[in-house]
């Protein structure tokens, strides 16, 4: 169960950290490119006279911060994204004016255009300056990724490190929008993955005095940032001439979601201004049609998402809080009907420590019984101990062949014995093991594991041979309550690991699906659920190991089986408490091979009694044997073997034991 308890986590503490670490570089956007635009003051005239179709005079004045990743790398190139696109029939386009650099000392150089796109590696080296740099050009849409990159583009001279500020004054087609009952100006002034670098963000947009509608007759909107909009201020003051439109925007402000990466106003018009500033606008597909309700709707629709996702949210939070306290209530109710009609017994008497031996029961039996299911039948503990109990009732003894040579394998001799002491089923299965691969009643430890790893056919029915003397020993010595003892009990483990499977998978796909949407891991629902989930695999887990069904006897029987274990266990104890009869420790040694800790009663055995007595043990020389790491590596090939020898009898790849026969809207950037 410990074991059970450090796996699970182990598991969930690397299964958090890798959700946690994909959800981090899914919000963080790496890129080779290191410039980005850090500050912008952006300023807007509506302009409505003849042919203007709905145009807006924009001037910026943008900040590049530049950091290349080494000297070799230098940038040769900087943009600003004007992307063009339609809007109600009607395209929406841009034609620059000018471009000036501005120096750290105020000057300012006027930068003339490039006769044709700059961007090719070859065009790094144009020594005669007809393209850039110290030029500007800019590339028209539609976009095709390959020639038209819908942007302005800054041609540099190879810049490593440095801070550059340009100023552009470009023109806007259609950005006013003219419908039969309503006028709407729409500026997406800045969007895209590198507005979160933004440092700081002003603007102005300017309507003249003679156009701009009167007060009741308009509404401005703003939207972006995490706030999901941002504040402004009107003034006829801050520009003569003009009402002005203005917002400043901090670092503080400048926060965003993937959702609202963008920096957008909005004006509408409307009653008897209507369209006063789309006179000469251009006619749209619902040039004639009645927009206002739609559009107000629209914006009604927009406000209302943040309490409508907070309403999502808390609705899917309390969902999956709710199903996960269910599933755990039914556990809960479930295991106590399952409590209810199960004949489950107490022990008698709760033992701590127990330093007899309680019986002359199988120690493989043993292992299982203090173990319950949680370990491997064969394993290499299992295989040592039965060596041990046999050599212990003289059926066989354990030899070096060349005392000359180390303890290995091959120079590990087996020698079958006759002897009348009474022997388990189990031991019956393991003594026949040996009987039918040795020859002349003899065989070396290397030979059996290679004749075991040949023999598909006996070795898969000597494998569900040992398995079934343990549950039919079980039961005929009146441990087990029947040979189903561990259904219940495998049954809820089956649906912990069920739960516990399931847990992860929607802690990872629940929040993967959501994060970075607007729900926004909603107050952690799937990680609530499935800690929950957890929580009930857990106590699934944890209840199982009552419903292995032991008899009153096997109850009694488990204390002390239990205590001598902890008592072996304990090698402070088996000093001081532990009796001084040889006969006694050897049958320590065995259960101690059993539940893999013979090295402690070894230590203790070297404490209790003096050097001449042990060595006049034959027991105590093959456990030194069958402790160190050549037969514990040993013991676990031969078990390795056994589970080989299985596989291959069960797919059909064999031929026999001795057979011959076998089978197998725009930002900015640089470049």
Known sequence: MKKWLKNFFLISVISIIVLLLILFLNSNKFSNDYVHITDVNYQAKVIDEEFSNGKVIIKEQLTFDIHAASKDNLFWELWRELPEAYYDGVLV????????????????????????????????????????????YHSKGPYDNYYNYESLIFYVDGIYRDTIVYEIEYEM??????????????LAMYSGETIEHLKHFSGEILIPLDIMPKEGNYKAYTYGTHKHEFNFIESETINENYHTFKFDLNKDDLKFDNYNQYIEFALLSFNEDKHIFTRNASINNYYYDDMLNSIIKAQDEYEAIPQKYFNKKKTLFISLTSLGFGIL?????SEKILKNKTKLYTPTIEI??????????????????VFRNDTKVHDSDGYASALLSLIHKGYISLTQVDTNKRSSPSNQLLEVLDSDVNLSTIETQYLNLIKRHASNSTIT?????????????????????????????????GYYQNSNYLSISNTLKSFSIILLVIAFVIMFVGNLSIFNTRMNLAFGSYFVLGFLLILTSLFLYYVSSKYVLLTQFGQDEYQKWHGLYKFLDNETLMVERGVKDLVIWEKYLIY?????????????????????????????????????????????????????????????????YGSSGRGGGGGGGGH
């Open 329 to 333: 209530l039914l556990a809960l109710i």
């Open 592 to 656: 101690a091979t059993a539940f893999g800790i013979s090295h402690k009663v070894i230590k203790a055995l070297k404490m209790v009694f003096p050097k001449e007595v042990i060595q006049n043990s034959t027991l105590y020389y093959s456990s030194q044997v069958t402790r160190n790491n050549s037969f514990y590596n040993y013991s676990r090939s031969l078990s390795s073997s056994t589970k080989t020898a299985t596989y291959t009898s069960k797919s059909g790849g064999h031929a026999g």
């Open 352 to 369: 701590d420590y127990f330093r007899d031996i309680p019986s002359d029961t199988d120690p493989n039996f043993v292992r299982n019984l």
């Open 173 to 186: 087609y259609n950005a006013a929008l003219r419908y039969n009952d309503v006028s709407e100006l729409y």
């Open 93 to 136: 386009d841009y034609n620059v004016l000018s471009v000036k650099q501005i120096l750290d000392d105020g000057i300012i150089i006027e930068m003339p255009e490039s006769p044709q796109l700059y961007w090719y590696d070859e065009d790094f080296t144009d020594t005669s300056g007809e393209l850039g740099p110290g030029k500007w």
């Open 445 to 477: 430890l290397d030979s059996l594991q290679n004749r075991i790893k040949k023999d598909y056919e006996y070795t898969e029915d000597f494998t569900k041979r040992v398995e079934n003397s343990l549950k039919k020993y079980g039961v005929t010595e």
